[in-house]
C-alpha cells in the first residue's frame, strides 16, 4: 500500500490549479528523497492534474473520505500550496505536521492572513515576507517562518518566445481577486491603454501574458478589455507581420521571460519573479488606486520601479523608450532583490526546500515516538 511521508493537499477547483502546478517539479524532486503523493478533494482538478505530473494523484471528495485516507496513508507531513477553505478539513488531522508553502511571493495583501497561524512552519521568500506578516498579525509566533527562497524559480523551462531583433516589452497583468481589498489589476482601468503605449514604442515587440484567471474571469470590465487587448494585439501583428507581436494565454510565464526586455505588471508575484529572475532588466507596476505613498510603503519594490496611474499613463511611450536605453533603476533593484530573497542564488532555495520538509519529517517520528532506526517501530515510554 502506498505510504506517502509527504502529501501536497489541494481543495480547490481545476480554476486554480495554476497554483499547484507551479510546485509539481519540485515535489517530484522532493520525491527522491521522501515519497510525495497529491491529495485533491476535486475530481476535475484531479485530471488535470494527472496530465501534469508522475506523482500519484489521490481523490478524496468527501471529509469522511479525507480522514479515511489519512489513516490508510499516515503522511508525516502536508504542505499546503494556497489557504483555500478547505484546508481546514486537512490541519484537523493532529498526526502530521502542516507546512504553507504557498504559490507566490507578492505584496498583495492576501499573502498575510490569520490562517498562517494553523500551520506548523509557513515557508517565506525572504526578509520582506518576514516584516510583512509581523506587521499584518498580532501575536504571530515568528520562529515558524522558514525563509527558503523560491523554489519555483529555480526551474528553467524551455523559453517559448522566438528571438527578435526587436526589444520585447512584456504587459503581464494580475487578475481583480476574490474582493476590493485585493484588486490590483490594471487590466479593466489601464489595459487597452498600456498595450497603445507599448506598440508605440518604436523598433518594440509586445507581448501580452496575462494572469491565468483574467482569460476566465466573469467580471464585466475585465472580460471586455481583455478581449480588447487581444484584438489590439492581433490587429497589430496583422500590420506588421515581422514585429512578433504576440498574446500567450497558456502556459508558464517564466517561459516567457527570458525573451523579454522590460515588463509591464501589477502588484502580484510576477513582479518579484522578475525581480529575482532579471534583476537587469526594467520594470514598471502599475497602481490602480492612485495611491502613491500607500504603494511605496505596501510594495517596496514599487521603490525600484516606475509606477503607472492615470496621471502619467498619457506619457508610457516616451518613458518605455527611455527606460530601454537608460535604466535609471538597476542598481536600486539589485538592493530590492536582497530584501526580497535574501541572499539565495538561483538553484539554492530548492535545496532549502528539501533540507528543511526532510527535517519536518524527522521531527514528526520523534514527535510521535518513532525511530527510523528500528524501519518505524513506536518506542514504547
Same mark, same amino acid.
Given at each position: 500500500?502506498? =505510504?506517502?511521508?509527504?502529501?501536497?493537499?489541494?481543495?480547490?477547483?481545476?480554476?486554480?490549479?495554476?497554483?499547484?502546478?507551479?510546485?509539481?517539479?519540485?515535489?517530484?524532486?522532493?520525491?527522491?528523497?521522501?515519497?510525495?503523493?497529491?491529495?485533491?478533494?476535486?475530481?476535475?482538478?484531479?485530471?488535470?492534474?494527472?496530465?501534469?505530473?508522475?506523482?500519484?494523484?489521490?481523490?478524496?471528495?468527501?471529509?469522511?473520505? /479525507?480522514?479515511?485516507?489519512?489513516?490508510?496513508?499516515?503522511? =508525516?507531513?502536508?504542505?499546503?500550496?494556497?489557504?483555500?477553505?478547505?484546508?481546514?478539513?486537512?490541519?484537523?488531522?493532529?498526526?502530521?505536521?502542516?507546512?504553507?508553502?504557498?504559490?507566490?511571493?507578492?505584496?498583495?495583501?492576501?499573502?498575510?492572513?490569520?490562517?498562517? =497561524?494553523?500551520?506548523?512552519?509557513?515557508?517565506?521568500?525572504?526578509?520582506?515576507?518576514?516584516?510583512?506578516?509581523?506587521?499584518?498579525?498580532?501575536? /504571530?509566533?515568528?520562529?515558524?517562518?522558514?525563509?527558503?527562497?523560491?523554489?519555483?524559480?529555480?526551474?528553467?523551462?524551455?523559453?517559448?518566445?522566438?528571438?527578435?531583433?526587436?526589444?520585447?516589452?512584456?504587459?503581464?497583468?494580475?487578475?481583480?481577486?476574490?474582493?476590493?481589498?485585493?484588486?490590483?489589476?490594471?487590466?479593466?482601468?489601464?489595459?487597452?491603454?498600456?498595450?497603445?503605449?507599448?506598440?508605440?514604442?518604436?523598433?518594440?515587440?509586445?507581448?501580452?501574458?496575462? %494572469?491565468p484567471k483574467v482569460t476566465t474571469s466573469e467580471t464585466p470590465a475585465i472580460r471586455e478589455n481583455h478581449h /480588447?487587448?487581444?484584438?489590439?494585439?492581433?490587429?497589430?501583428?496583422?500590420?506588421?507581420?515581422?514585429?512578433?507581436?504576440?498574446?500567450?494565454?497558456?502556459?508558464?510565464?517564466?517561459?516567457?521571460?527570458?525573451?523579454?526586455?522590460?515588463?509591464?505588471?501589477?502588484?502580484?508575484?510576477?513582479?518579484?519573479?522578475?525581480?529575482?529572475?532579471?534583476?537587469?532588466?526594467?520594470?514598471?507596476?502599475?497602481?490602480?488606486?492612485?495611491?502613491?505613498?500607500?504603494?511605496?510603503?505596501?510594495?517596496?519594490?514599487?521603490?525600484?520601479?516606475?509606477?503607472?496611474?492615470?496621471?502619467?499613463?498619457?506619457?508610457?511611450?516616451?518613458?518605455?523608450?527611455?527606460?530601454?536605453? %537608460?535604466?535609471?533603476?538597476?542598481?536600486?533593484?539589485?538592493?530590492?532583490? %536582497?530584501?526580497?530573497?535574501?541572499?539565495?542564488?538561483?538553484?539554492?532555495?530548492?535545496?532549502?526546500? /528539501?533540507?528543511?520538509?526532510?527535517?519536518?519529517?524527522?521531527?514528526?517520528?520523534?514527535?510521535?515516538?518513532?525511530?527510523?532506526?528500528?524501519?518505524?517501530?513506536?518506542?514504547?515510554?
Amino acid at each position: 500500500m502506498l =505510504k506517502p511521508d509527504v502529501i501536497a493537499y489541494f481543495g480547490d477547483d481545476p480554476t486554480r490549479i495554476y497554483q499547484l502546478l507551479q510546485w509539481l517539479p519540485v515535489l517530484e524532486r522532493l520525491d527522491q528523497v521522501h515519497t510525495v503523493a497529491i491529495v485533491l478533494r476535486d475530481p476535475e482538478t484531479g485530471v488535470v492534474a494527472e496530465q501534469h505530473t508522475s506523482l500519484p494523484v489521490l481523490l478524496a471528495p468527501d471529509f469522511a473520505e /479525507l480522514v479515511e485516507l489519512y489513516d490508510q496513508l499516515d503522511p =508525516k507531513v502536508a504542505v499546503y500550496c494556497n489557504n483555500g477553505m478547505r484546508n481546514f478539513q486537512s490541519l484537523l488531522n493532529g498526526r502530521l505536521l502542516h507546512v504553507h508553502i504557498n504559490h507566490g511571493e507578492s505584496d498583495k495583501q492576501s499573502m498575510v492572513s490569520n490562517n498562517a =497561524k494553523a500551520y506548523d512552519r509557513v515557508f517565506v521568500a525572504g526578509e520582506a515576507a518576514v516584516q510583512r506578516h509581523l506587521a499584518g498579525l498580532m501575536e /504571530l509566533d515568528e520562529s515558524k517562518l522558514i525563509r527558503i527562497g523560491r523554489p519555483q524559480l529555480d526551474l528553467r523551462p524551455e523559453p517559448t518566445l522566438p528571438e527578435s531583433e526587436r526589444r520585447t516589452v512584456l504587459y503581464a497583468p494580475t487578475w481583480e481577486g476574490d474582493a476590493e481589498y485585493n484588486d490590483y489589476t490594471s487590466v479593466d482601468v489601464f489595459g487597452p491603454a498600456i498595450v497603445h503605449s507599448i506598440l508605440g514604442v518604436p523598433n518594440v515587440r509586445l507581448v501580452y501574458k496575462p %494572469h491565468p484567471k483574467v482569460t476566465t474571469s466573469e467580471t464585466p470590465a475585465i472580460r471586455e478589455n481583455h478581449h /480588447l487587448v487581444l484584438a489590439m494585439v492581433a490587429d497589430a501583428a496583422r500590420r506588421d507581420p515581422g514585429a512578433g507581436h504576440v498574446a500567450v494565454t497558456e502556459g508558464d510565464i517564466l517561459a516567457v521571460m527570458p525573451g523579454c526586455d522590460a515588463m509591464v505588471t501589477d502588484v502580484s508575484s510576477v513582479g518579484l519573479d522578475w525581480l529575482y529572475l532579471r534583476t537587469e532588466k526594467p520594470i514598471f507596476i502599475t497602481d490602480r488606486h492612485h495611491d502613491g505613498e500607500r504603494l511605496r510603503q505596501e510594495v517596496p519594490v514599487s521603490r525600484c520601479a516606475d509606477v503607472i496611474d492615470g496621471s502619467n499613463l498619457a506619457g508610457l511611450t516616451e518613458l518605455l523608450a527611455d527606460r530601454l536605453d %537608460h535604466d535609471e533603476h538597476r542598481i536600486s533593484r539589485a538592493a530590492m532583490r %536582497h530584501h526580497y530573497f535574501d541572499d539565495v542564488r538561483v538553484g539554492e532555495s530548492t535545496d532549502r526546500f /528539501l533540507t528543511e520538509i526532510v527535517a519536518l519529517v524527522d521531527l514528526r517520528d520523534r514527535l510521535i515516538g518513532v525511530d527510523p532506526s528500528m524501519d518505524g517501530e513506536v518506542v514504547s515510554a
